[in-house]
């Protein structure tokens, strides 16, 4: 009867052992997400922060056509308030917004000479693009992290302890498709 005790002593040691093991590595996804929206969001807002003096550049330029500077700061305020509320739905909608309004601007400004000249306006369109190359690979991360936690939180047995301690899934970062279909060059120097 002893032997019994023992062993059963041990089994349930092992396996209040696994239960703790994957108790952490839920908690780890869970955070590894947490961390990856917090890099997106350092990058969108260090962007948030630069077109206003991009579109400060180009209002410098008379002609420069307004609708597009209007359309780059209403999808800019979208996005932030979408970062704001951690809508990421509402954030890929937004984003898709901002990036179109980024292209025709940065297309329109091919045909302003003096503006593609400008030591401001170069800075800043490379600094702007650098940060959606960098945004990019943080959503690829995010997107990443959001799926491993998905994942593990429906498979057996990390679902049972997932429902347990009310794990949810979370939303992918995903942009319109808009966004992701092939540029139309005469739309966009029409």
Not at 31 to 36: L, M, P, S, Y
Not at 56 to 72: A, D, G, M, P, W
Not at 169 to 184: G, K, R, Y
């Amino acid at each position: 009867m002893a032997i019994l005790g023992w062993v059963l002593l041990a089994v349930l040691l092992v396996l209040c052992v696994y239960a703790v093991m994957l108790y952490n590595g839920l908690v780890t996804l869970k955070h590894n997400v947490a961390k990856a929206w917090a890099n997106i969001d350092v990058v969108l807002k260090q962007r948030h922060d630069e077109l206003p003096k991009l579109v400060e550049t180009c209002k410098q330029f008379k002609q420069f056509e307004q609708q597009t500077l209007q359309r780059v700061i209403e999808a800019r305020s979208r996005v932030h308030q979408a970062r704001e509320r951690h809508d990421v739905a509402a954030l890929g909608e937004a984003e898709g917004a901002l990036r179109t309004g980024l292209g025709r601007l940065f297309a329109v400004a091919e045909a302003y000479p003096e503006l593609k000249s400008n030591q401001n306006f170069m800075q800043l369109q490379q600094r702007i693009s650098s940060l959606e190359g960098l945004i990019a690979d943080r959503r690829e991360f995010y997107n990443e992290s959001v799926n491993l936690n998905n994942v593990r939180i429906e498979q057996f047995p990390d679902a049972l302890l997932a429902r347990l301690f009310q794990f949810k899934p979370q939303p992918l970062l995903e942009f319109s498709a808009t966004e992701t279909a092939d540029v139309d060059m005469k739309q966009l120097f029409g």
